[in-house]
C-alpha cells in the first residue's frame, strides 16, 4: 500500500516563507507526475502546482510567482517552496499524483496570520 506522508506545515506570518515535504512510501517515484494540492475549511480540494517525470512544472494562478515546486528522486520526495505568504494560503495541505491517484494523506496545516 502506498503512503503519502506531507511535513512541514506550521503557523507563519504573512509575507514569510514555509517549505513543505512530501514523502512517498511504496511505491516508485521517479517516472510518475507528482502534485500540491490543498483544502481549506468548508471548500473543495484545489489544485497547486504539478511537476512532471522530467522536472516540468505548472501552477495554479494564485500561486504563481510566490511558490516553488521541487521533486528529489533518490529521496522519493517532493517539495514545495512557498514565499510571500497570504492569509488565503491557509489550508490542508496534500500530495498525490494528478493521475491514477494514490490514497490521499493526512495532509498538513499550513496557517498564515495577517
Known amino acids: 500500500q502506498v503512503h503519502l506522508v506531507e511535513s512541514g506545515g506550521g503557523l507563519v506570518q504573512a509575507g514569510g516563507p514555509l517549505s513543505l515535504s512530501c514523502k512517498v512510501i511504496?511505491?516508485?517515484?521517479?517516472?510518475?507526475?507528482m502534485g500540491w494540492y490543498r483544502q481549506a475549511p468548508g471548500k473543495q480540494r484545489d489544485f497547486v502546482a504539478t511537476?512532471?517525470?522530467?522536472?516540468?512544472?505548472n501552477y495554479a494562478d494564485s500561486v504563481k510567482g510566490r511558490f516553488t515546486i521541487f521533486r528529489d528522486n533518490a529521496k522519493n520526495t517532493m517539495y514545495l517552496q512557498m514565499d510571500n505568504l497570504k492569509p488565503e494560503d491557509t489550508a490542508i495541505y496534500y500530495c498525490?499524483?494528478?493521475?491514477?491517484?494514490?490514497?490521499w494523506g493526512q495532509g498538513t496545516q499550513v496557517t498564515v496570520s495577517s
Open positions: 498525490n499524483r494528478p493521475f491514477d491517484r494514490w490514497y
Open positions: 511537476i512532471t517525470s522530467r522536472g516540468s512544472t
Open positions: 511504496g511505491s516508485t517515484f521517479s517516472n510518475t507526475a
